[in-house]
């Protein structure tokens, strides 16, 4: 896909199609991705999506307006239809209200990033998967590929992003219909870390032909893998935004206001490098951000919608003010000494159905899900029947937040709901001295 010139040639035509004092920009998003289904350890379906989407928005003084388009990626065929995009938005403006929180980034900016990007040979791919799963019952999705992404206004910005990778979701279902799950992802293949994370699953899916240890409701000690813990921060994190937390609405309304504090252990921060997200978003060039510092509220997320109304500065947030590129500190928690470390507790792989159950609080309430275990003595002993948990994020990011293991894992999104995602996560696994569980 010859992506970036197709961008070029759409720039290019927009800037002569400007009358008076009009103004655009222009968000590009395409992607070339193979997608792969396997049941049983065998591929059941494959197929490939090209497409490209622009989102193209016409302002004059305080007004605008915008227009999103399916393009084929052809310069002949596309530009008819950009044109016609221009003439609705021209005839929309005149009947809309001035914005008064409208605040545009005019600056000349540029940013690009699109060096050593990866080629993804997702049937090179598919075949080891298939290799390594002989004679288990492997359920998975495997989506990789290029994804393009690009920005550009008549006023000089411009920025330009490639990002090459691959998701692979499995699970290994035991003859109980019980599961285990596990992820990998990442930006190149290696075929060994994958049959590391193939045997792990693999072992644990032994223990799943254990009778199932039904626990009472309490407190026990517990620990979250980087996947459940990816269920907890996904749904918390949009409260680092500005308007989130001028509002009143924010689960981190009580850190920010000076109530509470977190973990002296926990630090975390919205990166530019090492995730897959562009440098930039349609409101200019982000900003490398500290979201908490060893327990202690840092910035917030702030867009240019934010700064306006309440007096701010803008960071380069995108308009939904959450982490595109999250990531958690690492800590002194050694991958080999987890079990040891948690003694008699929850070995906990993954959650589900996550919600808030206060969210001025910071409750958060769910089920555990797939392969959860009780440990003794630093031993996997029986899968877990799947419990209810309700607790305060203060509460196991808090006081009970022990330890934290050394390297955290990148995690991407598995959604592909009109398109596959580029934000990330690099998260460790986290070891609590109390997780509480309800029902």
Not at 87 to 92: E, N
Not at 343 to 366: E, K, M, Q, V
Request: with cysteine; proline share 5%.
């Amino acid at each position: 896909m010859r992506a970036r010139e197709h961008f070029n040639g759409l720039l290019a035509f927009l800037q002569e199609q400007l009358a008076g004092e009009e103004g655009f920009t222009l968000g590009y998003n395409a992607e070339d991705s193979a997608f792969i289904r396997f049941n049983q350890g065998r591929v059941r379906q494959a197929g490939t999506v090209r497409q490209v989407y622009v989102t193209l928005a016409l302002y004059r003084g305080l007004r605008h307006a915008e227009s999103k388009l399916a393009l084929s990626g052809e310069r002949e065929a596309d530009l008819p239809l950009l044109q016609q995009a221009v003439q609705q938005l021209r005839a929309i403006l005149p009947g809309l209200p001035d914005d008064p929180y409208l605040r545009l980034n005019r600056e000349a900016w540029r940013s690009e990033s699109s060096d050593a990007v990866a080629p993804q040979d997702a049937a090179a791919m598919a075949v080891q998967i298939s290799e390594l799963a002989q004679g288990l019952d492997l359920v998975g999705f495997l989506a990789a590929g290029p994804q393009y992404q690009g920005f550009a206004s008549s006023w000089g910005a411009f920025g330009w992003h490639v990002a090459s990778s691959f998701n692979l979701e499995f699970s290994l279902f035991h003859g109980n219909a019980q599961a285990v799950k596990s992820t990998y992802a990442g930006e190149r293949w290696d075929a060994e870390v994958f049959a590391c994370k193939l045997h792990g699953a693999r072992q644990q899916l032994a223990y799943l032909g254990r009778p199932l240890r039904a626990l009472a409701p309490g407190d026990y000690r517990a620990y979250l893998s980087p996947a459940a813990l990816e269920e907890l921060f996904g749904l918390f994190c949009w409260g680092f935004g500005a308007q989130a937390l001028a509002s009143g609405g924010s689960p981190l309304q009580r850190l920010f206001s000076g109530k509470a504090a977190l973990s002296p252990l926990l630090s975390m921060d919205e990166r530019i490098e090492g995730g897959l997200a562009p440098a930039f978003t349609r409101e200019g060039p982000r900003q490398a951000v500290t979201l908490i510092r060893a327990g202690q509220p840092g910035e917030r997320l702030v867009s240019s919608r934010s700064a306006a109304e309440y007096g701010l500065t803008a960071n380069g947030a995108c308009s939904g003010e959450y982490p595109l590129s999250l990531r958690v500190h690492g800590g002194e928690l050694e991958e080999g000494e987890v079990l040891a470390r948690l003694g008699s507790g929850l070995y906990i792989g993954n959650l589900w159905y996550c919600n808030f159950s206060d969210l001025p609080a910071g409750r958060l309430t769910g089920m555990t899900r797939f392969a959860t275990f009780w440990v003794e003595d630093g031993e996997i002993q029986a899968p877990v029947s799947t419990m209810r948990f309700d607790d305060s994020l203060f509460s196991f990011f808090g006081e009970h937040l022990e330890a934290l293991s050394r390297t955290p894992e990148l995690l991407l999104p598995g959604g592909t709901y009109g398109a596959r995602q580029t934000g990330s996560m690099a998260l460790p696994g986290a070891l609590l001295s109390r997780f509480t569980l309800t029902l």
